[in-house]
Structures are given as structure tokens and as C-alpha cells.
Nanobody
Framework: QVQLVESGGGLVQAGDSLRLSCTASGYTFSDASMGWFRQAPGMARQFVAGISTAATNTYYVDSVKGRFTISRDNAKNTVSLQMNSLKPEDTAVYYC?????????????????WGQGTQVTVSS
């Protein structure tokens, strides 16, 4: 069974940092692009960050560039999202996702597997 399990969410103040982690199982982790999405109340799910299989390419939505960093450890089947300088508008449920081969043609295209999400709340 494929499982993606997120951890690290919580309640922080604006300007603080959080590190989210996702541990995957049930598929060949090193063959999959990995990504983070988020969904705020009343809003559509939004792509946040993606990383290629060997971490040679990363991509971020404009609103988090320079503040968030995605990374992966293929030996541990984990992908992380370091979030610095958090803003209230970053408040959302954050989801880990996997894109197995054949990979999507863009970072916003279809993803194959999803975690259950972890809540991030940033107070002003």
C-alpha cells in the first residue's frame, strides 16, 4: 500500500519557521518527483514546491520563492519543506504528493499519490 505521511505542522507567529517532513512507502521513492501543495479554507489546492528524482531541479510558486526550500533524501524516502519568514497567508493544510513515471509535463500537472495533510497556522 502506498502511504505518504506528513509531519511538522503547527501554530507559529509571523516571521517564524517550520520544517515539514513527508515519509513515503509502497513505491520506488527515487523514481518519483515529489511535491508539496497547500489548501486554505475556501480556496483551491495550490502547488507550492516540487523536486525532481535526483534533486537536480526544483520549482516554487512565486509567493514562496526565497522563503521555502524543498529537499529530499532518497536513502530515507523522505521529502521536506523548510519554511522561513512565514506569513499569515501561508496558513493552510499542507499535502505531500508523488508523481511516478511517466512524469507529468509540468509541476502543476497530475500527481499520483497524496498524503493526508498537516495543518500550518501562522498568526499575525
Amino acid at each position: 500500500q502506498v502511504q505518504l505521511v506528513e509531519s511538522g505542522g503547527g501554530l507559529v507567529q509571523a516571521g517564524d519557521s517550520l520544517r515539514l517532513s513527508c515519509t513515503a512507502s509502497g513505491y520506488t521513492f527515487s523514481d518519483a518527483s515529489m511535491g508539496w501543495f497547500r489548501q486554505a479554507p475556501g480556496m483551491a489546492r495550490q502547488f507550492v514546491a516540487g523536486i525532481s528524482t535526483a534533486a537536480t531541479n526544483t520549482y516554487y510558486v512565486d509567493s514562496v520563492k526565497g522563503r521555502f526550500t524543498i529537499s529530499r533524501d532518497n536513502a530515507k524516502n523522505t521529502v521536506s519543506l523548510q519554511m522561513n519568514s512565514l506569513k499569515p497567508e501561508d496558513t493552510a493544510v499542507y499535502y505531500c504528493a508523488a508523481d511516478i513515471p511517466p512524469w507529468g509535463t509540468s509541476w502543476e500537472s497530475r500527481w499520483d499519490y497524496w498524503g493526508q495533510g498537516t495543518q500550518v497556522t501562522v498568526s499575525s
